[in-house]
């Protein structure tokens, strides 16, 4: 039986953080027969040991050393060769991708949108960046609304992580006014007053946010709303600011949404807006 | 009918006219796509660039079947212009040419035409193509679109002379750490048609149904399992297993692989076998496809039900041309009493650099086209491998599946093979023939004198009024029980006569421990017992000593 690897270039933060991917896909899901999953696990694959320790995917080792899953589906997205080569060997009867996510999504949209690709549905998406989101060919909202318009093809409910560096220096102004331009919209949605509220209690204006909250509060706030465009209601939701020493600051945000079809999508946005944001806000100021 | 070439051909009368052959471009589009019959042929064609590229390992990932095949090596690799000069110039191989033998491992190289790729236009729509070489900090992903090859026309390059352009292909160079080589090919946008073939979904739920017949796996771990488990299900032929199966059967067939552990002849005390197996794990070549070590899938296991033997020879033939040219092999022969299974390994097995030159599994059950009215019997008995050394590559087709069969190399190692099998290889099977039924006469012979000491040694043929057999003492054990038993029952027993009739009693117990043969001899008893009674007219005094009088008469002239 295979072991978990020491962990590399690790922290105890993000420890927590991989234990909360698990305790979310259990309280998403039913993983009797394994989970389906979509994630960068990266030469380490700590959160492919993590999940297989927790029995919601499972692998037998092969005469080559290689793993063939048994259990679940994993999918992984891998665009550096060297690290694309380690997981194709390493793991049999796992789909292994070398395009960046946005790209593929993007170029499979009609297959998917059909049924006839197969890596939708899945119950988790596990989007877990070590270098800079703003840069990707795809900009993060399409390629979060592509995720959401897949699973609800299947109508399938299902948890979803972010995880990235925070690259202040380094971001694309494209990105930054998006995540800009996302809460300001929603700053003039009247469906969220509560949301409204506890922002002025802190901010003059957007300009005002540090980049830490900037980051978290955008993200989440695309996030929220590609979801229920698509017709999910979050179940659960957390934030998390991390960071140690001489390590970059990563942020970290974990959803779980439940696929709600006959309700309409305003509605579904009105209340996650009003159940969640403020206290996104909150969480992402305490940490 | 003039407007049909340009050369100006008219219906002048009685005047020479020059005119120029042309070839359509469609015979690109047909050679691109009519030469590789199956997806394990076209694979195979990338398998061996890997291996001409002095790769050590290949990993091909399969399943799941979703869209895309991935294979991957780490040889010498390429950068962007050794992709342009070689790999996108399509049956303008320089590998030959060069040397004979690869740069590092100094292997013999199998390619040679260098329409490798192209293969795999069969079974995907799109190849992309990552390559680096060692000490250069690059590497280079190029994307050919076979759709857009087939549909773009064929114009002449006019840069080269020997060029045609047919296609396009996209390339970007990108960093890469300096240290590192490989090669990484991935078949995009499968076709339907190959991915039913490749999804082995169906298969494996029938093998988890047969959870409680010894099988209980979600997968194969191995090639000499893969077999088993054929095997196991008495499958007379390749062809009648699932088509994943057949896949990597195949695949595994056409490749520089090990032989599978023991293979190809178990228990094989022989020079020339165990230095063509140790040749091959001197190739020092792994493939590894979806977690398991493709290997040569040949063995002859010891099968104690079966005789067999087996010939091997080490041979130099003179060809019969001006240039005097000479024919190296090495080889052996299996040869078993009765036919071989799985039927593709009936034939030979003709191998130039360690592939086999042959459609089915690489076996071809003709020998060579060897006269079909001689040894009939006998042919679906062999098997056996000649490795070429020397020679016969240009006799090769351009498919590598068959041979130019007027060829001088191919006339005289037919020449050759069809004199080992009728001077040796078949004697070989007729020798097994003769020797089976010697001993089928020689059981025979046994079984009757078996049976007939069983029935009519006198000590055993006894009247007894006994209706059961004796019960076992205790503390005896069953098998002296039983030799007991056998000593004081025969199988028929007079239970009851009166003045005009006698009861026979056949004792069962005793009677299903004898083989067919006994019952030719009961049969023989039971006349002799027909024959007392009628004569013995009801007197049962006379009946008892006619009785025992002609089964001595009997016996006397059996022996």
Known sequence: MSTTPTYLNNSAHKDLIREKWVEFIRECVSHDNGVGVITFPAEEMHDLYIFKNNGLIDWEENETGTLTITKGKVVCFEKRSKIFMTLSTKLVNAVVESQEIGSHLRQKYEGIMRGSERIFPVDAVNLDYDGNISKNKVPIDEKVDLIFKFQAVHKRSFSFFMTWPSTEDDDEEAYKSLLKKTISSNLKDPSAILFKEEFDKRYQSIDDLDYDNLSIIGLTKIVLKKASNSHFRLVKHECIVYGEEERRKMYSVLFNFEFQEEQPENLIYSEVVVNSLSQVLRLAVNS | ?559
């Open chain 2, 1 to 559: 009918m003039s407007d049909l070439t340009d050369n100006k051909i008219d219906l002048t009368l009685d005047v020479v006219q020059k005119g120029r052959i042309k070839v359509h471009t469609q015979i690109i589009n047909d050679l691109s796509s009519g030469i590789y019959s199956s997806p394990a042929s076209c694979i195979k064609e990338l398998v061996n660039n890997s291996y001409d590229a002095d790769a050590k390992v290949v990993t091909i990932r399969v399943k799941p079947v979703h869209d895309s095949i991935t294979i991957i090596d780490d040889g010498k690799g390429m950068n962007a212009v050794d992709f342009d000069k070689k790999f996108a110039w399509i049956s303008h191989s320089t590998k030959r040419t060069d040397s004979s033998l690869s740069e590092m491992l100094k292997r013999p190289l199998i390619g040679k035409i260098g329409i490798g790729f192209i293969a795999v236009n069969e079974i995907c729509h799109e190849l992309e193509i990552t390559s680096t070489k060692k000490g250069e900090p690059l590497k280079f992903t190029a994307n050919i679109n076979f759709k857009k090859y087939f549909e773009d026309a064929a114009v002449p390059d006019e840069g080269e002379e020997e060029g045609i352009i047919k296609g396009e292909y996209e390339l970007v160079n990108d960093a890469e750490d300096s240290d590192e080589h490989y090669t990484i090919i991935r078949l995009l946008g499968l076709k339907e048609s190959v991915k039913n073939i490749l999804d082995d979904k169906q298969y494996l739920s029938e093998l988890l149904k047969k959870k409680n017949k010894n099988y209980d796996k979600n997968f194969f771990t191995s090639m000499k399992d893969l077999l088993e488990f054929h095997t196991s299900n008495k499958l007379k032929s390749f062809s009648e297993d699932n088509a994943y199966v057949q896949f990597i059967i195949d695949l595994a067939s056409y490749i520089p692989v090990e032989y599978i552990d023991g293979g190809p002849i178990e228990n094989a005390n022989d020079e020339i076998i165990d230095d063509i197996v140790a040749r091959h794990k001197q190739l020092d070549f792994k493939v590894d496809l979806d977690g398991i070590y493709l290997k040569k899938p040949i063995y002859f296991s010891k099968n104690k039900d079966v005789n067999s033997q087996y010939l091997s020879f080490k041979e130099s033939i003179k060809v019969p041309n001006e240039d005097g040219d000479e024919i190296k092999l090495t080889g052996y022969f299996y040869v078993q009493h009765g036919i071989i299974f799985p039927k593709e390994y009936n034939g030979v097995a003709i191998r130039i650099k360690n592939v086999p030159i042959s459609d089915n599994y690489g076996f071809d059950d003709s020998f060579m086209k060897f006269p079909y009215y001689t040894y009939q019997l006998f042919r679906s008995w062999v098997s056996g491998e000649l490795y070429i050394e020397k020679g016969l590559e240009d006799a090769m087709n351009i498919d590598r599946k068959s041979f130019r069969v007027t060829h001088q190399h191919y006339l005289a190692l037919q020449n050759f093979l069809h004199r080992l099998l009728d001077d040796k290889v078949f004697k070989m099977a007729l020798a097994l023939y003769q020797g089976a039924r010697d001993f089928r006469e020689e059981e025979k012979k046994n079984a009757k004198k078996e049976a007939g000491r069983k029935i009519l040694s006198s000590a055993k043929v006894e009247y007894t009024k006994a209706s059961h057999p004796p019960k076992p003492k205790k503390g005896s054990s069953k098998e002296s029980d039983t030799s007991e038993e056998e000593k004081v029952f025969a199988p028929i027993r007079i239970v009851d006569s009166s003045a005009k009739t006698s009861t026979v009693e056949v004792d069962e117990s005793i009677v299903k421990k004898f083989k067919k043969k006994d019952w030719e001899y009961l049969e023989s008893i039971f006349l002799i017992f027909e024959s007392a009674f009628k004569e013995a007219d009801g007197d049962v005094q006379k009946l008892r000593k006619l009785f025992y009088q002609k089964v001595n008469d009997w016996k006397n002239i059996k022996n």
